[in-house]
């Protein structure tokens, strides 16, 4: 792991590229590590750098974003999350890979995934599709070298408009898709402009986000950190693409981690002017900002806090990034251990705060009183899969509040 994590101040908007002064503040968080970082020791989770977070919103586009910019290596070069170890995510993305087959079922289309991880979605899609997945991380490096017979091509760098031109991808494909991936890329108008570029006329750029409306909706602050570079609006991706020539042909709103955003674009060289959606937002955004800072109000935080005054301890399930936040944002909560089912995090610690990961048996063997579900997005499967645990389940999340 870095010693140190190297950031920048973004001086222009990740998607429509407007000035520093049409970044409107928005939200400032507690300094955090990165929410993708697990340590291999306790002394290397206390020594863990922590940095500020900050929340934007931009005037133009409305794009909300993180102030502060990690550089990608230090994202990426230890990445701990692999979709195939989380069951929910198996399923949606065979869901996905129906809707996508079904879609071009009379065609045998070129299909490019940017930001495949460990190749879920590209390994359900028809054998008989030429497939290709774009991704940095040693996650997907090390999956798809291990594979005895890979079902896609992988190139395992970013995705940019320099790789398009690199590859001489112009024109070559029929049909681009990215899940979550736009959550973490620092320029996201040179991605769209590669993507535009690579695909076809006509062709069809399809793109799973994180629901901004869900999100401040359920005050889901949890979800903000570092490596969540930008939280999208419908309007707000309608607005940015429409600029590039793309038209929005569907659209729904899906449950995936808490709440997201499956859109299909068309790409049809019609480009059209943004139209700001900041007004719409600057309420809800504030309405997070609250919520965050009444945080130890919260009922579950009083449940936990009492429970460790009565000399009972108390554990949490799923380390994954909301975890990461969670813990690091209320660190008068001592949680024993955390519980999690991947491979990749069991063993090793929370950053900063130092609390041990291990494998769900230590629920049977060594169980607490009160269980906090941080993964709260797979809360019905956690239960599902421990029937056996004789304490409490609690969830923060979401947060519903009063107008």
């Known amino acids: 792991m870095l010693e140190t994590v190297p950031y920048t101040i973004i001086d222009r908007c990740r998607a429509c590229h407007a000035p520093s002064s049409l970044l409107i503040p928005a939200l400032e968080m507690d300094p955090m590590p990165l929410a993708g970082q697990f340590c291999i020791s ?197 607005n940015c693409l429409g600029t590039l020539g793309f038209e929005r042909i569907s659209f729904e709103r899906i449950p995936m981690h808490g709440g997201a955003l499956r859109c299909r674009f068309k790409k049809t060289g019609e480009k059209k002017y943004l139209q700001g959606t900041t007004d719409t937002y600057l309420p809800k955004l504030e309405k997070l900002s609250l919520a965050y800072h009444r945080r130890n109000e919260h009922p579950t935080v009083r449940t936990l806090r009492s429970a460790v005054k009565n000399g009972q301890r108390i554990a949490a399930f799923g380390a994954a990034g909301r975890a990461n936040v969670y813990l690091n944002q209320m660190v008068d909560l001592t949680f024993t251990w955390i519980v999690d089912e991947s491979p990749l995090r069991i063993g090793k610690f929370i950053p900063c705060v130092g609390t041990p990961i291990v494998d769900p048996s230590s629920l049977d063997q060594e169980a607490p009183k009160k269980c906090l579900i941080t993964a709260w997005n797979y809360k019905d499967d956690i239960i599902r899969k421990n029937p056996n645990y004789p304490g409490d389940w609690l969830t923060a999340f979401p947060i519903h509040q009063e107008s």
């Open 42 to 238: 306790r002394k290397e989770a206390y020594d863990a750098v922590s940095m500020p977070l900050s929340w934007i919103i931009c005037e133009r586009c409305g794009l909300v974003q993180v102030l502060e910019d990690v550089n990608d290596r230090a994202l990426f070069k230890h990445y701990n999350y692999a979709s195939s170890t989380v069951g929910g995510l198996v399923r949606h993305f065979e869901q996905f890979a129906c809707i996508l087959a079904e879609s071009y079922e009379n065609s045998e289309p070129a299909f490019l995934e940017i930001g495949c991880n460990d190749g879920v979605l590209l390994n359900k899609l028809p054998a008989t599709w030429t497939k290709c997945g774009v991704d940095p991380s040693d996650v997907a490096r090390t999956t798809h070298e291990s594979a005895s017979d890979a079902a896609y091509e992988l190139v395992n760098k970013p995705f940019t408009s320099t790789l398009v031109d690199r590859k001489q991808w112009t024109g070559k494909w029929d049909v681009i898709s990215g899940s979550n991936c736009l959550a973490h890329i620092s320029d996201l108008r040179d991605v769209f402009e590669g993507v535009a570029s690579a695909l076809r006329p006509n062709g069809e750029f399809w793109i799973e986000v994180h629901d901004l409306d869900a999100l401040l909706d359920g005050s889901q602050w949890d979800t903000i950190y570092h490596e969540h570079k930008a939280e999208w609006s419908l309007d707000a991706l309608t």
